[in-house]
């Protein structure tokens, strides 16, 4: 049974960083993308950035250059350092899984989902 276990979630002043880790289980992760959604109230559920094996990242044009995501293979874990937060950086994080082999850059590409750890920005 996989399950990915999140944390790194909080309460954060604009400008601030913070680092969201998953740790993922039940499952080969070798051959597949991990990365991140997230989803803020009322809004659609939108990919944020995904880390291939190889190390290939992919980001949303609205985190790049301030987010970074890693993975630890040994560890099965993915990993996103968020940096210089904004107030629209505050939604639920939720970690994600594709596919062997697939990329990860959409909702319809996941094919495991974490249970989310909230990421709220204030002024």
């Known amino acids: 049974q996989v399950q990915l276990a999140e944390s790194g979630g909080g309460l954060v002043q604009t400008g601030d960083s913070l680092t969201l880790s998953c740790a993922a289980s039940g499952a080969n992760f070798n051959y597949r993308a991990l990365g991140w959604f997230r989803q803020a109230p009322g809004k659609e559920r939108e990919f944020v950035a995904s880390?291939?094996?190889?190390?290939?990242?992919t980001y949303a044009d609205n985190v790049k250059g301030r987010f970074t995501i890693y993975r630890d293979n040994a560890k099965n874990s993915v990993h996103l350092l968020m940096n210089s937060l904004k107030i629209e950086d505050t939604a639920a994080y939720y970690c994600?899984?594709?596919?062997?082999?697939?990329?990860?850059?959409?909702?319809?590409?996941?094919?495991?989902w974490g249970q989310g750890t909230q990421v709220t920005v204030s002024p």
């Open positions: 994600a899984v594709a596919e062997p082999y697939a990329p990860l850059r959409a909702v319809g590409d996941v094919r495991y």
């Open positions: 880390l291939r094996r190889t190390g290939a990242a």
